[in-house]
């Protein structure tokens, strides 16, 4: 019978095998791809939502309508990420991956956890198809990172996905990628401006940061702007950092936001 020193040990052997392919190979084998919607969500009205959550979705978003969009527009797959107002109950996310995965549909997906996670816990995540771990900071007053989960996530050989507002960014982006962490930028960086997002590529370490090419909605952008600001954006990220650290996605079921008509649409918006 294994002591615990031995157990630990045997664990970590078996996760260098696990994770062969860092998290930085992980994201690049998504980026720059027209093929894959990089930023999707799915839920039910029934699942189990925090108490303090910013917004409560109005209707299903089920993983059969994103499948049919995908199929619709001949994509080959995506990611799915956990919305915020689930917290950190992922299992709708999980489930709905292994279904579309067992389909043969190439998906892939974006968690969030509980400050008190173990690596142990995110590599079985990683095993699963879990590409990266959202950490969402939209709302928080001076919000702090949880360093010692950062530097979990990175053991675990997975990515940090960062939804913050693009001045908290640039505080928080260089304190992930100093410790080698692989960084994604939610919608542009939720920047106000192509200088401010350029300010962002630049923080670039190491090509550790990617950037979601997606729901220029959510931009503090006046809507009038946001069709001239997205083709500005993509001009100057792929001149920053280079088409390979692009992620395209539709954020289907575009919450907060009944003004979008089609998942088409979105999709097709940012692909310039």
């Known amino acids: 019978m294994l002591d615990a020193t031995e157990k630990k040990r045997d664990f970590f052997r078996q996760r260098s095998e696990i994770t062969a392919e860092n998290a930085v190979n992980l994201i690049e084998r998504l980026a720059g791809r027209r093929d894959l919607d990089g930023h999707a969500h799915v839920f039910h009205l029934s699942d189990p939502m925090i108490e303090n959550r910013r917004y409560t979705p109005g209707q299903d978003a089920p ?12 994509l080959k797959g995506g990611t799915l990420v956990q919305p915020s107002f689930l917290g950190t109950d992922n299992s709708r996310l999980l489930a709905s991956m292994r279904q579309a995965q067992r389909d043969g549909w190439d998906v892939t997906g974006s968690v969030q ?8 816990d995110l590599v079985v995540l990683r095993q699963a198809g ?7 900071m939209l709302g928080q007053q001076n919000p702090v990172l949880d360093r010692p989960l950062v530097e979990r996530i990175i053991a675990a050989q997975l990515a940090i996905e960062l939804h913050a ?10 304190q992930i990628m100093a410790r080698g962490g692989c960084l994604i930028l939610d919608h542009y960086g939720l920047a106000e401006s192509a200088e401010t997002l350029k300010v962002l590529a630049s923080l670039s370490h190491d090509g550790l940061l990617f950037v979601k090419a997606s729901a220029p ?3 503090p952008i006046a809507d009038a702007d946001q069709a001239e600001a997205v083709r500005e954006f993509t001009i100057m990220l792929r001149e920053e950092l280079g088409e390979n ?10 919450t907060q936001h009944p003004q979008i008509l ?9 692909l310039q």
């Not at 879990?130 to 969402?136: A, G, I, K, P």
């Not at 650290?245 to 575009?254: A, F, K, Q, V």
């Open 245 to 254: 650290r692009l992620i395209y996605g539709s954020d289907w079921p575009h």
């Open 63 to 74: 993983l059969s309508e994103w499948l049919s969009h995908l199929l619709a527009n001949e």
């Open 262 to 270: 089609s998942f088409q649409s979105a999709f097709e918006s940012v």
């Open 217 to 219: 909605y959510r931009l």
């Open 130 to 136: 879990v590409v990266s771990v959202r950490l969402n």
């Open 113 to 120: 956890v509980e400050g008190s996670c173990t690596v142990e």
């Open 165 to 174: 507002p693009a001045k908290e960014t640039m505080t928080i982006a260089p």
